[in-house]
């Protein structure tokens, strides 16, 4: 167990839907970051919060949104959901910026959308 | 924006030899290179890492090396066991970015006992 829970484990859902995605950070952690993970992409950084806001963007789409509230738990939110959005997505935390020991991955949250 | 390539895509080693797995960048600014292992079903684990103002780095069975000047980084396992058989991801970061990550391709590695 890394410390960084990711719920849910699987999640089936149609295309044109909206699916949330969470992630409790490791106790004492800062930030979160999110990656995406696909056979053909491999593992992408989506976007990164830090205490409550956002610090960086990366290939995230607009239909895409995410968000870390103040018990830093952070959530990734799904919307209009097409077929090649299927994939795994990772959460990772780190105290800082800066991960000067590096971050820690969650399980992941395996996305099919039908 | 940074590009980062892995090489080989997949490696087979038998039980003691090494195995080494080579990556470059592009990205002159990148100042942060950690390696992952994943391992099916989980997510990535860092495994070591190393940083610009250090050109070796090892632990254990584990070693990385960087060359700035040439803008590559390379990952050796020495003793490989069956339990290294995993995907590898080497991956580069710099400090402006909030050190996000930008991941190689991924190797997979087999180590045939």
């Known amino acids: 167990d890394s410390g960084v829970t990711q719920t849910p484990k699987h999640l089936i859902t149609a295309t044109g839907q909206r699916v949330t995605l969470r992630c409790s950070p490791r106790?004492?952690?800062?930030?979160v970051y999110w990656y995406q993970q696909s056979l053909d992409q491999g593992l992408q950084f989506l976007i990164h919060y830090y205490n409550g806001e956002e610090r960086a963007k990366g290939n995230i789409l607009e239909r895409f949104s995410a968000q870390q509230f103040p018990d830093l738990h952070s959530e990734l939110n799904l919307s209009s959901l097409e077929l090649g959005d299927s994939a795994l997505y990772f959460c990772a935390s780190s105290v800082v910026t800066g991960a000067p020991n590096g971050y820690t991955f969650g399980s992941g949250t395996r996305l099919t959308v039908v | 924006g940074e590009n980062v390539e892995q090489h080989p895509s997949t490696l087979s080693v038998q039980e003691g030899d090494s195995a080494v797995i080579k990556c470059t960048y592009s990205?002159?600014?990148?100042?942060?290179f950690p390696w992952y292992k994943q391992e099916l079903g989980k997510g990535p684990q860092l495994i070591i890492d190393i940083r610009s103002n250090v050109g070796e780095k090892k632990d254990q069975r584990i070693a990385v090396t960087l060359n700035k000047t040439a803008k590559h980084f390379s990952l050796h396992i020495t003793e490989t066991q069956p339990e290294d058989s995993a995907v590898y991801f080497c991956?580069?970061?710099?400090?402006?970015?909030?050190?996000?990550?930008?991941f190689g391709k991924g190797t997979s590695l087999l180590v045939t006992p």
């Open positions: 991956a580069a970061s710099y400090s402006n970015s909030g050190y996000a990550l930008n």
């Open positions: 106790s004492g952690d800062l930030s």
């Open positions: 990205d002159s600014a990148s100042n942060y």
